[in-house]
């Protein structure tokens, strides 16, 4: 391994222990560009969330990383002394370390140079609408999304596009079939990134609300007689049951897609089926958790999500499984129907 690919491992492991999981098991010959998309893609993340600085500076230097992305600026020493006071250390590094991640990513081939490009513009586009449409920081400024469009489109934009770029990445060099079958699998790939982001949101919610966020679409909060500033109240969680259910629901839709693309993956693509069946497996086992705790699921201070052994677990019994496509399947389909009929205990 090259320095600058040791030096990145380690930052994506620092900021991410389980997608750096991921990273390690996936094929030679996609590893060092998706873990250097993931490395540019947190940094991008980690300007979006700095509170050092005005919100219109951080959606200024947003457009100043693409710039650095596609050539049209070179120096990025602003966007490092941006967060350079920030209270994360393992974000500061990865920021410290940008004018790197820019030299790799230039020596990176013309095709995967132009994707990691393509989803980092996708990724950073969606980081700018969220803070332009959620202008403050706290609960009194809380803003909420219109209608479930919106919502679908904050998920394609912050993750669906991730399904994309991770399956065009790897039809360059695996045999996914002709471009009808290609086209199929981007738009599976894509459901599954957004049943993922669905997930993050409604497990998120006590938290976004507190930073003046909220994702939940109004229109539907007022069909159940709610105003956003009522989801500030843990105990308006009865009444906003129905959303949450309309929601897990779309997202266990979504999942049930992502199967369907591990099941049009190539059997000798083993890496990649793995890598790609465990975020789905974890994403169905924490909608379980959370229809288990519906109740819970808008107090503050509270985190739900799966526990270590089971994922520990969840990892374990794939691995096992993956050489045989049937018993992946086999698999995913206990864990989606385990979520969708998952109750309160």
Avoid at 300 to 323: D, F, Q
Wanted: contains cysteine; aromatic residues 6%; hydrophobic residues 45%.
């Amino acid at each position: 391994m090259k320095p600058a690919q040791a030096r990145l491992a380690a930052l994506v492991k620092d900021v991410s222990r389980s997608f750096y999981l991921s990273i390690r098991f996936l094929p030679a010959a996609t590893r060092w560009t998706v873990a250097l998309a993931y490395g540019l893609a947190r940094a991008a993340d980690s300007v979006a969330d700095t509170e050092l600085v005005p919100r219109d500076t951080r959606i200024e230097a947003l457009g100043q990383l693409i710039e650095l992305l596609e050539g049209r600026a070179d120096d990025p020493t602003p966007l490092v002394a941006l967060c350079g006071g920030g209270d994360n250390p393992a974000e500061v590094r990865l920021l410290e370390a940008l004018p790197i991640l820019l030299d790799a990513y230039r020596e990176l081939t013309p095709k995967h140079r132009a994707l990691s490009a393509e989803v980092l513009r996708t990724l950073t586009r969606g980081m700018q609408e969220d803070l332009a449409m959620f202008p403050g920081a706290t609960a009194q400024a809380l803003v909420a999304l219109d209608t479930p469009a919106q919502l679908d489109r904050y998920t394609y934009l912050v993750a669906g596009c991730v399904g994309e770029f991770w399956t065009r990445l790897h039809a360059e060099h695996l045999m996914l079939g002709d471009d009808a079958e290609l086209d199929t699998l981007v738009r599976l790939g894509v459901r599954l990134g957004k049943g993922l982001q669905l997930v993050n949101v409604l497990r998120d919610c006590p938290r976004d609300l507190r930073a003046g966020r909220c994702y939940l679409p109004r229109d539907q909060l007022a069909g159940q007689g709610l105003k956003p500033e009522d989801l500030l109240e843990p105990g308006a969680v009865d009444r906003l049951a129905p959303v949450l259910e309309d929601w897990l629901a779309r997202a266990c839709a979504h999942f049930e897609a992502g199967g369907l693309y591990l099941d049009r993956l190539p059997a000798a693509a083993w890496r990649l089926r793995l890598c790609s069946a465990w975020p789905l497996l974890l994403g169905l086992k924490t909608v379980r958790v959370l229809r288990r705790n519906l109740a819970a699921l808008l107090q503050p201070g509270k985190t739900l999500k799966v526990c270590r052994h089971e994922v520990y677990h969840m990892l374990v019994h794939s691995s096992l499984r993956v050489p045989a496509a049937s018993g992946l399947r086999r698999l995913v389909r206990c864990e989606l129907r385990r979520a969708r009929f998952a109750r309160a205990r």
